[in-house]
Structures are given as C-alpha cells and as structure tokens.
C-alpha cells in the first residue's frame, strides 16, 4: 500500500463548535438562529475568493469547508499547475484575488502545495469578517418557497443549521444548488453525450527524481522534442508516454504535467481515469483504486524511459481525485463554446479570460479536443445566477457553462476572479434589497458592481476583436459544428483555430459529423445513420471524398435513399440539384460545391448544420 498525503486534523467536540476566524477562534451556539449576511460554501480557490470579496465590503461571511484545510481541488487533489489567461498585451486578465495569491506564491505556474494552503489560510484569516468552519459537510439547503435562506451542514456528526440571506455555492459539484433544486446537466449530456465526462486523474508524488539532469536533457541536448522545462514546471513527454501500456482498459497514461515542490519532490498529473462518474462515491473510489494499482507498472515504465528518472521512487498520491466536471447548472445565461472562440464581450461581464478550449477525453475510445484559443472572451453575470432559486450564486466549474466552453471557465484563475465577483455581487444586493434576477436584469447595478470589482483590483475592461472566420459564408455552419462538438479527434481546429475551410475533406470526418450529428442532435433517425454505414463503408476512410459519394450520403441521411439501380450511375450535379430543390443543401454551399472540383470542410459545415435543419422540419 502506497503512503497517502492526508493532512491530519484536530477534531473538538461540544456542543458549542469553535470556528476559526480573524486567527481567534468564536463559538457559535449552534441552540441559537446565527445569520450571517454571506454564507460561502466550499473553500475551494473559487469560495475562498467569494469570501474575501464579501468581507471587503462589509459583510459579516461564514466560510465552510469539508476538509481540515482550504484550497479543495489544489490542495487535497494536488493540482499544483495554473492554466493562465493573458490578453493579447500580455496583461493578467484574473486579477483581483487571484494575483493577490499568484504574486503569494512567487508567480509561479507550478507551485508547492502546502505553501499554497498556509497562503490561503493566512489571506482568509487576514479579515475579521470572515468565520471560518473547516470539517463542516453540506447536507442540505434550508429553504422558504424557492429562496434558499440558509443551510443544514453536519460537523464532527452533529446537524447544525446556518442562516444567511445570500448563499455562494463554490462546492466542486454544485451541491447546494442541486439540493435546492436548480436545474442542471451532467457532463457531455449537453452535447448528446450521456453519461461521458472528462476523465479524472491521480495525482502523485515522486521522489529522486533529477531534475538538473532533465533540464539538460531537454534544454541543452534537445533529447526529448515537444517538452519544456524551468526551475518548477515541466510538460510535455508525449512521445515517450504513448508508448506506454496500460494494464488496465479504463487508463492511459498522457503527457506529462510535472511540478516540482520546494522538498524536491515532484508531483505528477497524468494518469487518465476513464468512467468516473464524480457524484458517484463508489465510481470515484474505484476509480482511485484502479489508479493505484497501476503505479508501480508507470514508476517502472518512467525508470527505464525518462533520462532523470533512473532513481525515482513513489512517496505518495492525492488524498481525492482530480475530477474535471460533473455538473452544469442552468443559469439565467449559459457561457458557449462559441461565446468563448469566437472572443464574445457582454455588458454584464464579470471575468476575462483567454485559456483554450481543452477538452480531455471522455472515454479509451477518444483522445483531448483543442476546440480553438481565444484571444479574450468575457463571462457575463448571468452565468453565476441559477434558475428557479433565489438569494444563490453559483461560482466554479459548476456554473453555467456548456461542457465545452467549460473546457477554458472550469480553469481556477478564471474561477477566482469571478468568485470575487459573486462576492461583491451578493453584498450589493443586499445593500441595495434586490434579488439576483432584478441585478442581472439592471445595467447600471452591474456597472456599480464592475465598478467595485475594478477598484478591488479586478481587470474588466471591455474589448471588440475582430474575428475573421465570422465574415466566412459557411460560418452558420462552423458554429453549429462547434455547439455539438463534432470535430473528431486529430481533426479540430487546434490552438490556431484552423477550420481549414477551402481545403478538401475527406470520408472519415464528412461522416463523423453528419452521422455524428445525427446520434447526437437526432436520436431518432438513428437508422439513417445504420443504412448510410451499411452502404458506403468503403467511402468512409482519410482520403478526399467524392462529389457524388458525399452528395448520395447526404441525401441517405436525410432519409432519401435514390436507390442502387436507379441512382447509382445518377451523375453528382443531378443528386446536387434534388438536394438544393429539398431544402437539405443551403443555395451558399450550393453555389459552392458547383464551383470546386472537390467537398470542402465549409462545404461540410454547412451541409450538416442544414441538413440538422431539414431533419427538425
């Protein structure tokens, strides 16, 4: 059995519980009603930030955790690795509590996991405002009509009830706000996929590991190509690492994220888990197990291919999973993939951010998306504000965002600087008596609220970018393609946002998206999508696809089969003109296909996107 970094904690009981707060600790009677103004729930980076955030404007906020310690994600999954987003001039687009903590931490990207939870710590307990309660489980919401006005949490096995008329759920799931009854999706379902999430990872720590030796191997003697390097941080190793062999099917070993701790050790985030479902406690735990079963095969792979690592030995894994997603919630407004590629500024933006879209994958059979790389995209209010239930916000990789743009907003900057929005949020509405809706709804409250938030620190500053690709004839099409996700993988746009659109496209990826499509968008014509395979499995391969092959699939998918004997020997223009004349082929790509000896990808965008629209008829 491998050694387990689990940070200990004091356990107190009585019947008065002690929090910690302002560095003292203050008893609440837990007989009597206590209200605060904010309850924040989860310490998470996110929730820690909300809290913060309140308490510079006046509020009197509870912060609990689970855990004996804050940071969640970072601290108890160990991720220990910042996905950064910069604008086009290179500024720091998360400001506010996030560099405060950045800047904490020596502006590292890879930086040491428990000099990040005594940081947290120290930033937390820095204001009086803040009453902190650690070992503190939700258990459910309490609840008046569809407001939610506090919390039911259990504490060292006893129920305690907390009072607050503004609640910030910063859990990792959404918990409160699934309680309380927002409505949400789960994973890929937004895009067709039941039941496929990103997959989750074990994070471990390695010890003896050279690291002056692997800075040479890869700076100096350029021995292992695509990798990086500095004093911290390295990635990369993915040439070496595919030839990896799992011994379990439901694992794979990617490219390396190595960050280096100030003992020397280095943790390691890598090891794919497939078929975790992160609200399932017994998925999550055999998930776990099976990860570490496989270690000793990976420490032994590393020894023998990685110069640098002859000498490694174990010394630990994550206390908790690293789980990317689990649910969406709906909000008054739900962030796109498009909103986020296509560089989108709203007027109620509360967060910019610029990471790609960087999608893992979701089961053995698939392999990441890089969807595209803004240049800035903004995050509106509205996505932090869920549906059907008031006096809540919703901060984390659980707000609204669809699962792929959530590819780029799960990332813990952007999260941090839109928990500092939600903390000034909160109190704003309640200084000035107004629901979340009746803020989102106002303008000039969200420009009082931007203005706060700026004068905290926060980067807000709107921004028009100019997107090429949106003066593209096929760009309909392309967006469509993007919203249900129907790049295969090796195939999507990259971080140049290549859409490749005048360039010939073959077999593989005409069909994967119209049959793609189809079992996604369309369940119920699946058998189209049967019969087309049935038919023209030989077309279906890497090389450029044929006029007349592509337009004889098109029609079939729209349920019009012209028959072997009557249709086969039917030369392309004619089968193009039937599909133009029935509304499957749009007079653009039309006019298009006419005018080029081939399909093109745009050709392909648009075909699927009308041939969605003429199947919905």
């Avoid at 009585?14 to 924040?40: A, H, P, T």
Wanted: aromatic fraction near 10%.
């Amino acid at each position: 059995m491998y050694r387990k970094i689990i940070i200990g904690g004091v356990f107190i009981f009585s019947l008065i519980f002690s929090l910690v707060g302002c560095g003292n600790v203050i008893n609440i009677n837990v007989f009597k009603r206590e209200k605060f103004d904010i309850i924040v729930v989860g310490g998470e980076p996110e929730g820690i930030a909300s809290a913060i955030s309140a308490a510079k404007n006046g509020a009197k906020v509870l912060l609990i955790d689970k855990h004996d310690g804050l940071g969640g994600l970072i601290t108890y999954g160990m991720l220990n690795s910042f996905d950064m987003s910069y604008g086009p001039d290179g500024i720091l687009l998360t400001q506010g509590t996030f560099k405060e903590f950045f800047e904490g931490i020596g502006s590292k990207y890879s930086f040491d996991v428990e000099k990040a939870k005594r940081l947290f710590m120290e930033m937390v307990k820095r204001s009086p405002n803040i009453i902190l309660s650690l070992n503190t489980d939700f258990a459910k919401p309490i609840m008046e009509g569809n407001k939610i006005i506090g919390i039911v949490a259990v504490k060292y096995g006893k129920e305690v009830k907390y009072y607050g008329k503004r609640i910030i759920d910063a859990t990792q799931d959404a918990d409160v706000a699934a309680s309380a009854g927002v409505p949400y999706t789960v994973g890929a379902e937004d895009i067709g996929l039941k039941n496929e999430f990103q997959a989750a990872t074990l994070i471990f720590k390695l010890k003896g590991l050279d690291w002056d030796i692997l800075k040479k191997i890869i700076n100096v003697e350029k021995k292992i190509s695509h990798s990086y390097i500095n004093d911290t941080s390295a990635w990369g190793f993915l040439k070496i690492t595919k030839c990896y062999k799992p011994h379990e099917p439901l694992l794979r070993l990617r490219g390396l994220n190595l960050g280096r701790q100030e003992d020397g050790t280095v943790l390691v985030n890598a090891l794919l888990i497939f078929g975790v479902n992160g609200l399932d406690k017994k998925s999550v735990e055999e998930g776990k197990q099976r990860a570490e079963k496989e270690l000793p095969y990976i420490i032994d792979f590393f020894r023998k291919n990685i110069p640098g690592f002859e000498k490694i030995e174990l010394d630990g894994i994550a206390p908790e999973l690293y789980i990317r997603e689990t649910r969406h919630i709906n909000g008054l407004y739900t962030l796109g993939i498009n909103d986020v590629i296509f560089n989108k500024d709203f007027e109620d933006r509360i967060a910019i951010g610029s990471y790609p879209i960087d999608i893992q994958p979701t089961s053995p059979h698939s392999y990441g998306h890089i969807y595209g790389s803004p240049i800035e995209y903004s995050i509106p209010f509205r996505c932090i504000v869920p549906q059907k239930v008031e006096n809540l916000l919703v901060v984390g990789r659980a707000a609204s965002y669809s699962h792929l743009a959530s590819g780029s907003a799960r990332t813990i900057p952007i999260g941090m600087a839109v928990g500092d929005a939600a903390g000034v949020a909160a109190v704003y509405s309640l200084k000035n008596n107004l629901t979340f809706k009746e803020v989102a709804e106002n303008i000039k409250d969200i420009k009082n609220i931007q203005e706060i938030l700026i004068k905290q620190g926060a980067y807000l500053k709107p921004f028009k970018i100019d997107n090429e690709a949106e003066k593209h004839w096929s760009i309909e099409g392309l967006k469509f393609v993007l919203r249900w996700g129907l790049f295969p993988s090796g195939f999507n746009p990259g971080y140049d946002n290549n859409y490749r659109f005048e360039e010939p496209i073959n077999g593989y990826v005409y069909n994967y998206m119209l049959s793609n499509m189809i079992l996604r968008a369309i369940p119920s014509k699946k058998e189209n999508v049967i019969n087309v395979e049935n038919r023209f499995k030989r077309q279906l391969n890497k090389m450029p696809i044929n006029k007349l092959d592509a337009i004889k699939i098109l029609l079939l998918y729209a349920g019009i089969d012209i028959g072997r004997g009557k249709g086969e020997d039917a030369n392309w223009e004619h089968l193009l003109n039937i599909s133009f004349e029935k509304g499957i082929i749009s007079r653009n790509a039309y006019n298009h296909i006419k005018g080029n000896d081939f399909i093109s990808w745009a050709d392909t965008y648009d075909m699927t996107h009308s041939l969605y629209l003429y199947l919905n008829k």
